[in-house]
């Protein structure tokens, strides 16, 4: 096979010159690493992990927050390296977890992917170039480019309050996002070893916090258009605490805009804000 067959076969890879037995390396030769927060995703593991377009990827990372179903005996099965919480730390929380085990890895390139099959594993080459070819330090793939969201089934109230959202949002921090609610994400290995996530709420509302520090730290963000689909088996939080999370965000931004102008800064945003610790010891699962 030539040279010119293998870049046809590997768009994504760049060929070694310097020894041909060493094979191809990766994304401008970025070590890219999926991580995976899961929670009772028994259902649509398997399916969203079949999906990961595995030539890219050489780590794939599932953190159990203490699920009452067998995903841990399903990413087992499949052989995804596994975390398990011995108690529910939340989203924040296992999001946390599965950042540090990323920055263990030594990846360049982290990419977080629900495993609720929600979002389309098929957009993860897509990111990681936005980022390996250093035109963006984070990327965000968002239901709102374009019509996926309703089409995808997204409530109608979620819509609505996500644009708005998103709408203040953007007045308040001075951005120009098409969404801050996205669970889809990716960022650079710099981002997540400067940015003190530790400091961060372990909740829903640990998105937004992180959004925030990039900006507020300097970072560059990308989007990417990306269908949605809600179904029964999608994790969804309720009406209830949607309405806790649309507050918190608010206030997230609020104290954003308090500390860009030196008025008041909040834990996060403090020179002495705690950033993750890559040597902190996790319970993998054997």
């Known amino acids: 096979m030539n040279l010119i067959n293998i870049a046809i076969l590997h768009p994504f890879r760049v060929q070694n010159d310097d020894n041909m037995t060493e094979g191809l390396r990766m994304i401008n030769n970025k070590k890219v690493a999926v991580i995976m927060p899961a929670y009772n995703a028994e259902k649509t593991l398997e399916q969203t992990y079949n999906e990961l377009y595995k030539d890219i990827i050489d780590e794939i990372i599932l953190v159990d927050d203490n699920s009452s179903d067998k995903t841990k005996e399903v990413a087992k099965r499949l052989g995804i390296t596994t975390i398990v919480h011995?108690?529910?730390?939340?989203?924040?929380?296992?999001?946390?977890?599965?950042?540090?085990?990323?920055?263990?890895?030594?990846?360049?390139?982290?990419?977080?992917?629900?495993?609720?099959?929600?979002?389309?594993?098929?957009?993860?080459?897509a990111m990681a170039t936005m980022i390996a070819f250093d035109e963006y330090d984070a990327c965000i793939a968002s239901r709102f480019i374009g019509k996926g969201a309703l089409e995808g089934g997204m409530p109608l109230y979620k819509f609505v309050a996500n644009k708005c959202l998103t709408f203040i949002q953007n007045l308040l921090m001075g951005e120009r996002l098409t969404e801050y609610h996205t669970g889809f994400r990716a960022f650079s290995r710099e981002v997540l070893e400067k940015?003190?996530?530790?400091?961060?709420?372990?909740?829903?509302?640990f998105d937004n916090e992180m959004l925030a520090l990039v900006f507020y730290k300097g970072f560059s963000v990308g989007q990417i258009s990306c269908p949605t689909k809600y179904f029964p088996d999608a994790s969804s939080i309720n009406f209830m605490?949607?309405?806790?999370?649309?507050?918190?965000?608010?206030?997230?931004?609020?104290?954003?805009?308090?500390?860009?102008?030196?008025?008041?800064?909040?834990?996060?945003?403090?020179?002495?804000?705690?950033?993750?610790?890559?040597?902190?010891?996790?319970?993998y699962l054997n």
């Open 241 to 283: 605490r949607s309405c806790k999370y649309g507050f918190g965000c608010l206030r997230v931004s609020m104290l954003y805009a308090l500390a860009k102008l030196g008025i008041y800064k909040s834990k996060i945003f403090k020179n002495n804000a705690k950033t993750l610790d890559k040597n902190e010891e996790l319970p």
């Open 86 to 125: 011995d108690k529910n730390k939340g989203y924040g929380g296992n999001q946390k977890t599965c950042y540090t085990a990323a920055l263990k890895t030594d990846a360049d390139i982290i990419i977080m992917v629900h495993p609720d099959y929600q979002y389309t594993p098929k957009l993860v080459p």
């Open 195 to 205: 940015c003190p996530l530790k400091d961060c709420n372990d909740d829903f509302v």
